[in-house]
């Protein structure tokens, strides 16, 4: 659910398209709203604890996916406060190149862990060719070779990226 800082923001979500015109102020040609921020109040995914964690270290098994060979993607979460908490670690996919207009970002899988005061785990997530396949514009389910960025984080605006690549096959 998102919560919009105007009605003339709806509707409004975390996958929306890219523009192509960015939010830099004092600047002619941008997509974004003169007297208020772009953004909702809370982003995608966005929720309140008593705990604070902290994500570090996003690791990719391979630079380079291939239909036999997925990848891991893994992240440090660590839980920075002396309450223990729970928390929905989100994967997001984003296709930076497509025949087909692509959403800025994609939530392809997520996990809830609990964590003790301190604690810090390593959470893995197995990102496959499956996660990364979309409806073309001949209706054709499918993906296509290219780069990909992976944001891992608490919500869709708060992550850490890498980047991988689609291929044929492995080299």
């Known amino acids: 659910m998102s919560f919009p800082q105007a009605t003339g923001q709806c509707p409004i979500y975390y996958n ?3 523009t192509g015109r960015p939010h830099i102020k004092n600047t002619r040609y941008v997509s974004r709203y003169q007297d208020i921020p772009t953004e909702s109040y809370y982003p995608f995914g ?39 908490g729970k928390e929905v670690v989100q994967l997001y996919i984003q296709d930076l190149v ?9 939530l392809k899988a997520f996990k809830k862990m609990h964590f003790e005061p ?3 785990k390593k959470v893995s997530f197995e990102v496959t060719v499956d996660m990364l396949k979309f409806w073309n514009e001949k209706l054709e389910y499918g993906a296509e070779t290219g780069e990909f960025k992976v ?4 919500n869709s605006r708060d992550t850490i990226c890498a980047s991988l690549e689609l291929v044929e096959k492995s080299s």
Do not use: M
């Not at 705990?51 to 997925?70: C, D, G, M, V």
């Open 46 to 84: 966005y929720g309140l604890s008593y705990s604070k964690f902290e994500y570090t270290n996003l690791k990719l098994s391979h630079i380079q996916i291939t239909k036999e060979a997925p990848i891991i993607v893994t992240v440090q979460v660590k839980n920075n406060s002396e309450v223990a």
């Open 16 to 18: 929306h398209y890219n």
């Open 151 to 154: 944001f891992v984080g608490p």
């Open 118 to 120: 301190w604690e810090e």
């Open 98 to 106: 497509a025949n087909s207009v692509r959403p800025v970002k994609e």
